[in-house]
């Protein structure tokens, strides 16, 4: 995995590895020197552990990333922290293990219960079932023992690959998961208060991803075919709500052009009305504008080489946004019950400071912008 892991602006690798002829591993950091190498620290050792996931997150939330791997043999997590910048990880806490005979072998770090501590999604098998356990963040880096969050209920293999994504626009994660003999991908959705399953596909596929691909503002399925050379793309059909209309390409992203869409139609009195962007920076901040003025061609207003497609000139209103480590984003902005403004038209668009190492912008800043999005509000 990979992350700025010594605070110095430059991306670093973590890596993990088994110990030829013991059940012990070793989690090892290489520090990027900016230049293409890095430079190897000493690996630390996680006694009784082999390996076989290695997620990082800021899970005690002092602004440096931590650690968190797991093992397939004897189902046990350890979080290893990083007491300060340009620090080895050097402190290490046992979380907890699932018994029940658990295969573990993925993992994702993601803030599902929006309560501001990084949680750790976790999918693999027992015996009977596939399943998906929750390890809980807590302030002070207190990761709860896992709990079981869903049960699929059919043994067809191990979950090998996790993904934690807003895949229908609503402002909340959905989790899915692939593996097994198939291949067989699932979609779980948290419904009053449970998690559902509401979408599953069968393809023969090794490793795939959820990328927006074709830039429509959806997260789609895409993965190498494993049969023969080939691709496979499971569009997301989830289409933009009337309502809206994206225009202008903005700044790209390393991941490519960043959408701006919304989860349903601005109709008067919609208190669940979001806005939500894809392929942004991943975990980065971004400034939110809302001009009552499109300029769709785009302007380099701030002379930074980063297009900007609402008017500047009038009034403008100014939101924070953060995005999620999938590079995925939502603000919410309720459509007050006022029937008077059926008709009125606003302008969108986020501005994205991304973290240095990991910019592709064409600015000499680390900035980047996303394509304008038009609302009108609808009776």
Known sequence: TAGDFDGDGRIDVASLDSVPGSDSGTVSL??????????????????????????????????????IAGTEA????????????????????HVGGIGNGATLLAARVHDLNDDGWPDVVVGGRTWSDRRFWLVAGAPGANLAPPTTLIVEGFNS????????????????????GFGGYGIHTTVHQLVAGSWQSSASYVGWSAGPILADPDNDGDVDWIGPGMLKPSMLCVPNILHAPSGLAAYGAGTPSCDGQ???????????????????????????QALVGI???????????????????????????????????????????????VPELAGFKAYAQALWIEPAWQSCSSSPLPWSTSTGLEVTVLP
């Open 30 to 67: 290489g520090l990027g020197t900016g230049s293409g190498s890095f430079v190897a620290l000493a690996p630390v050792p996680i006694p009784q552990l082999t390996l076989s996931f290695l997620e990082a997150g800021d899970f005690d939330q002092d602004g440096a990333l931590d650690l």
């Open 157 to 176: 293999g191990a979950t090998d690959r996790i993904w934690v994504e807003d895949l229908d626009r609503d402002g909340s994660a959905e989790i899915a």
């Open 74 to 93: 004897n189902d046990r997590f350890e979080l290893l922290r990083l007491i300060s910048a340009a620090t080895v990880p050097v402190a290490t806490s």
């Open 258 to 284: 960043i959408t701006s869409v919304a989860n349903v139609a601005p109709k008067v009195g919609e208190s669940q009305f979001k806005l939500s962007w894809t392929n942004a920076p991943p975990t980065a």
């Open 291 to 337: 001009a009552f003025a499109p300029d769709p061609a785009g302007s380099d207003v701030f002379g930074v080489g980063v297009k900007i497609h609402i008017g500047l000139l009038g009034p403008v209103l100014a939101y924070p946004v953060a995005s999620d480590a999938s590079g995925a984003a939502s603000l919410a902005f309720p459509v007050p019950n």
